[in-house]
């Protein structure tokens, strides 16, 4: 596998690739990764004749007070990590050369982004957005692989590509989680034990605002209710900054549940935020 720093290198790697008639999967992370991750970069091995992963704790995408100078990193075990999973090459650039001195160009995705992480986030996403366009002007895939995770983002990448015309396939995959139900994060890692047990209340409360949809409850409101009244029980929750249930396309409110849904969560247990979600399929056989 091929270690590769310089945006040059990289770009004379895809074309090589490219040139042989290879498609190229890629994942892009922030690296400290974990199983998460590693499921999407066997997605993309799956797909593609040549994978490529990308380590760049990207500035751009945090706000102020945010935790950019102390997001957890290990590039070392990154690179093992990849490496056993038979990607191609990881690219790891340098801050400076992605945004060099005098750097202004940014991308805005404008409905998308004005609910749920947008509301308290509202730098993040045009930061998402154009470092993932940097990235895919540079390493030209033919599909690129997210996690659900980050619900948003993935809709925010994939309206960025119908709109710019860009040849790319954005392939979601499935939320990871622990055995307890927590989704895997790389910030999992800031969490006390008593935080991290009692993180898991998000899943469940999550689970429990599925079930009930499904049993033909249609007051969203009702449902968001008990949603929060079931995180709150915890003690090291420290706020929530939404519980929300959405169309999973325009990621806009929706007040009476009529077809399929997305439960997005976003609560800091002591000083870590979190989120997560659950999507709600309604059918004609279980839902009258």
Do not use: W
């Not at 139900?181 to 935080?195: H, Q």
């Amino acid at each position: 596998m091929e270690v590769i720093k310089s945006i040059t290198e990289v770009m004379e790697f895809s074309q090589e690739t490219r040139d042989k008639g290879k498609a190229i999967g890629f994942v892009p992370t922030m690296g400290y990764l974990h199983e998460g991750h590693l499921s999407l970069i066997r997605k993309a091995k799956e797909e593609n004749d040549v994978v490529v992963v990308s380590i760049f704790v990207n500035p751009t995408q945090f706000g102020t007070n945010e935790d950019f100078n102390k997001y957890p990193k290990d590039e070392k075990g990154d690179i093992e990590k990849i490496e056993k999973e038979g990607a191609s090459a990881v690219f790891i650039p340098d801050a400076s050369e992605i945004y060099p001195e005098g750097f202004q160009t940014y991308v805005e995705i404008e409905e998308l982004t004005k609910n749920l992480c947008g509301i308290f986030r509202p730098t993040h996403f045009s930061g998402v957005t154009i470092i993932v366009l940097k990235l895919f002007n540079i390493i030209s895939p033919k599909r690129a692989y997210f996690g659900k995770k980050d619900y948003q983002q993935f809709r925010v990448i994939e309206q960025m590509c119908k709109d710019l015309n860009l040849d790319i396939k954005i392939t979601p995959c499935p939320i990871v989680r622990e055995k307890d139900g927590l989704a895997m994060s790389s910030r999992n890692k800031y969490l006390t034990e008593e935080e991290r047990r009692d993180a898991t209340i998000l899943y469940q409360a999550l689970t429990k605002g599925k079930d009930a949809i499904l049993y033909h409850e249609r007051d969203a409101e009702a449902v968001i209710k008990k949603i929060k009244e079931t995180i709150m029980s915890k003690k090291t929750l420290n706020k929530i900054d939404y519980v929300s249930i959405v169309n999973p396309y325009t990621l806009t409110n929706v007040s009476h549940i009529e077809s399929d849904v997305l439960i997005a969560v976003a609560a800091y247990f002591g000083k870590t935020r979190l989120i997560d979600n659950i999507e709600v399929e309604i059918n004609a056989n279980n839902y009258a």
